[in-house]
């Protein structure tokens, strides 16, 4: 690729769209970018866009992600957080970096794994992304076969589950049927934004331990 990828500058909010990107190209420009950066790849079939988030995304983020360890964890259940690693099948030609990821019912499968290949391992049980701006990711995580995928926008949380690889809108989560989320994390993220993160994760565990005596 005769394009240096080091000299785009992406703005916080904005995304640049390569077309006609090989496989090999991708894996170069994955290596160029690093692991230690802000901007985010998602890559369809010679489709690559690279966005950098807002800082606010950054915070909804980490608070959401908070609030999903805090009920895991009040759960005991065992659980792999692994951020935005890049997943990635080159057989599918497909990529993506989601902004969070949780492994739960598959935690066991990868534990102790430095590198995960989607050819062979199992995918997240669980993606998050924030203010999504690109049009494609859906597609790439239903092809990747992840089972549910959370997606935070405008002020709403909107569930996706997958059936027969194609993603529909739930009220609840298939990992936590038992739990009403989409307006509750709306609720503790809001709080944690008036009375402190600490503060809205502890409110939560309550929440959740209260939810669980009346079980």
Known sequence: MLLNIKQ????PGQRVLLRDVTWQEFETILDELGEHRAARIAYDRGMLEIMVPFPEHEFEKEIISDLIK????ELDIEFLSLGSTTFKNKKMLQGIEPDQCFYIQ??????GKKKLDLETDPPPDLALEIDVTSRTNPSIYESLMVPELWRFEKGRLQINLLQNGVYFESARSAIFPHFDFPEKIIQYLALSKTAGRNSAIRAFR????EQLNTC
Do not use: F, G, H, Y
């Not at 598959?106 to 534990?111: A, C, D, G, L």
């Not at 309550?206 to 331990?209: D, E, I, Q």
């Open 8 to 11: 785009i500058d992406v703005p």
């Open 70 to 73: 805090a009920l895991l964890e």
């Open 106 to 111: 598959n935690e066991s499968k990868v534990r």
């Open 206 to 209: 309550n929440w959740v331990r």
